[in-house]
T-cell receptor, first 113, second 112 residues
Framework: GAVVSQHPSWVICKSGTSVKIECRSL??????MFWYRQFPKQSLMLMAT?????????EQGVEKDKFLINHASLTLSTLTVTSAHPEDSSFYIC?????????FGPGTRLTVL | GENVEQHPSTLSVQEGDSAVIKCTYS??????FPWYKQELGKRPQLIID?????GEKKDQRIAVTLNKTAKHFSLHITETQPEDSAVYFC???????????FGTGTRLLVSP
């Protein structure tokens, strides 16, 4: 099956710093990738749809200037959490679309001190 | 927009019993309904999916049924095993969109 990787798997940072998370489709090209965040014992909440070569589409309530998404190639999308604060601590998961299916990355656990 | 509700939130069964998780969706135009299994701290894994032109699909111990009229779909796991213990999410893809809208999840615990 399709493989999606994510890096880093975990990161701890100080409040006010920016953190970049990478999502890669390893064995297929993905024109569309998705970014989710998941709080403990909760469901996956879609943050944005990342489209290769164009601007991301953000879900209602997600600040596009805080969560910067870049999808510069068919195999890589990045999410940058700018000026991170403790409330941004969460599990961030990306997925890449192939046909109707979405294949998920292993997730990045972000802890902001 | 699409809204997906999922029940129950927790489900405890004995090994060998069957487990059923139900989801309802609001957008009658939704046309793709996957189910994911997520173990603690890991990525969601697709276990089965169904499209709107099919009423039922089975894969070994797992089956999914879809009732388009009632706008609900269900996951059925037979002969449950302790390794089936995880959180299960249903999802729906609204027609014309690429994104998934997830249900709230069901924590399944299978006791030996």
């Amino acid at each position: 099956g399709a493989v999606v990787s994510q890096h880093p798997s975990w990161v701890i940072c100080k409040s006010g710093t920016s953190v970049k998370i990478e999502c890669r489709s390893l064995d297929f090209q993905a024109t569309t990738m998705f970014w989710y965040r998941q709080f403990p014992k909760q469901s996956l909440m879609l943050m944005a749809t990342s489209n290769e070569g164009s601007k991301a589409t953000y879900e209602q309530g997600v600040e596009k200037d805080k969560f910067l998404i870049n999808h510069a190639s068919l195999t890589l999308s990045t999410l940058t959490v700018t000026s991170a604060h403790p409330e941004d601590s969460s599990f961030y998961i990306c997925s890449a679309r192939q046909g109707n299916e979405q294949f998920f990355g292993p997730g990045t656990r972000l802890t902001v001190l | 927009g699409e809204n997906v509700e999922q029940h129950p939130s927790t489900l405890s069964v004995q090994e060998g019993d069957s487990a059923v998780i139900k989801c309802t969706y609001s957008d009658s135009a939704s046309n793709y309904f996957p189910w994911y299994k997520q173990e603690l701290g890991k990525r969601p894994q697709l276990i089965i999916d169904i499209r709107s032109n099919v009423g039922e699909k089975k894969d070994q111990r797992i089956a999914v049924t879809l009732n388009k009229t009632a706008k609900h779909f269900s996951l059925h796991i037979t002969e449950t095993q302790p390794e089936d213990s995880a959180v299960y999410f249903c999802a729906a893809t609204p027609r014309g969109f690429q994104k998934l809208v997830f249900g709230t999840g069901t924590r399944l615990l299978v006791s030996p």
